[in-house]
Every structure is written in C-alpha cells, then in structure tokens.
C-alpha cells in the first residue's frame, strides 16, 4: 500500500454511529408487526418436514429390520432346540428299543 | 462492531449523520426480518456489506446530485471523529463523497473494510477487472484533488 493509500485509510476510519442508535433500532424493531414466516421459513421447515419423514422412514425400516432379525434367531434357536430334542428322543428311542 | 462498519458506510458515503443513521437502522430492520436466511458468520458479514452498499447508492441517488453538495454543505464531523482527524484526511473523505458510486463503493469497501479485489467483486456483482478500474480511477482522481488542494504530490 502507498503513502497515499494509507492516508485514504486513515480518511475511511470506521466510526461509531451517534449516542442511542442502538435504542432507536430496538424501538423500531420492537414496533414492527409481527413476522410472518418468510418463504425462506417455509422452505426450511419443508426441508425439515422431509427430513424427518425421510428419517422416520428409515428409522421404521431399520426397526423392522432388528425385530425381523431378533424373530429369525429366535426361531433359529428354537429350531436348534427342538432339532436337539427331536434328536435326544430318537436316541432315547433307539437306546430303549436296543435295550429290548 | 457491526454496527460501526455499516454506519460508516453510510457516512463516508452520503456525508450526512442523519441520512447515514437512517440507512445503517434500515440495514438492521432488514437484517431482522431476513434473519431465517443468515447462513454463517461470514455470511452476515457479507450481507451487511452488501446491503449497505446497495443501500447507500440508493440513498445517494435520492438526494441532491452530488455536483451540488458544497464542502461547506457537508456535515462536520463529531467530536470523536475528530480525533483522529487531519487536515487531509478531512478532505479525503470529502473528495470520496465527490465520486461516482462505483468507484466510491469500490474506494470505501476497498479502505475502509479492506476487502480484497475479488471480495468487492462479489459485494458488488462486478468482476474483479472493473472492480480494479473504479479503484484506479477514483486513486487518480483523489491523487489530483489532494495535490492541487495541499500542494502533494505522490
């Protein structure tokens, strides 16, 4: 930066805006009707809305999926199970029947 | 502050404290009711460059042309901005009112906020090439101004 641009520099100085500014401005705020969602608002909120369709829909498919895999070992051990008793009564069975 | 760099954008823009508080709480009003679309920090200081450049041409427009504001028309400075206050900084910012909105736009985000070329660029909707131009010329012109007022040369 030249001389010269440093002294427009110092010209150009940031400057507080006069006493009560910022008073003035809630007072006008505060007078203003209420706010009406902006279309930005809705924009988000439908952003948001499907988000939330979307999640609870994958949240749903991923719970059926866990209660889908639960009942399968369930049913799996149940089958393991009933497989080892099918298979302890038949050897009961054929141990009787050998006996005899 | 936020506050301080949108004032003074009006200020060294229009000269005058009344019509640069009233742009810079116009500013503020509409920051307020576009809040929802803020993204960052960046971006509010983005938007409130923008919006208060934009604002100040405006504001520039409605009043008299500037071919008829006076030195002696031109509000005096406060107190406090008068400690830092030289006599050529006085005229300086003076002759920055005197210029065309696009080279005073370009001048005062260019010193004022220093901003880069590309950053003024995109507050500006200009490219960056233009951008350059408006600054050199309003440099060339603030050159002349200063030397044939206090003798200066560069």
Redesign the interface.
């Known amino acids: 930066m ?4 440093e ?12 006493d009560g ?2 008073e ?2 809630a007072e ?2 505060a007078s ?1 009707p209420a ?1 009406k969602a ?1 279309p ?2 809705w924009r ?1 909120a439908a952003v948001a809305a499907a988000a939330a369709i979307l999640f609870g829909g994958v949240a749903r498919e991923h719970q059926h999926h866990l209660e889908g895999e639960a009942a399968k070992e369930k049913l799996l051990v149940a089958m393991r199970i009933t497989s080892s008793k099918l298979q302890q009564a038949q050897q009961q069975i054929e141990e009787v029947e050998r006996k005899q | 502050m936020h506050k301080a760099m949108v004032y003074s954008i009006g200020w060294h823009f229009l000269h005058d404290r009344h019509a640069a508080e009233e742009m810079a709480q116009e500013v503020f009003l509409q920051l307020h009711t576009s809040w929802a679309g803020i993204q960052s920090r960046e971006h509010l200081l983005f938007w409130l460059r923008r919006t208060a450049t934009h604002r100040a041409i405006d504001a520039g427009r409605k009043r008299r042309t500037k071919a008829e504001i006076t030195l002696e028309e031109a509000d005096e400075p406060t107190m406090l901005e008068r400690v830092h206050d030289t006599l050529l900084s006085s005229y300086l910012n003076r002759m920055v009112g005197t210029l065309p909105d696009k080279q005073r736009s370009a001048i005062i985000l260019r010193y004022q906020e220093e901003m880069e070329v590309e950053e003024i660029a995109r507050t500006l909707d200009m490219n960056a090439s233009t951008v350059k131009t408006h600054i050199a010329r309003g440099l060339e012109f603030l050159r002349g101004k200063v030397s044939r007022r206090l003798g200066r040369s560069e």
């Open positions: 030249t001389p010269f641009e002294d427009l520099k110092k010209a150009l100085a940031k400057c507080e805006p006069p500014f910022t003035r401005l006008r705020i203003l706010r902006s930005m608002y988000w």
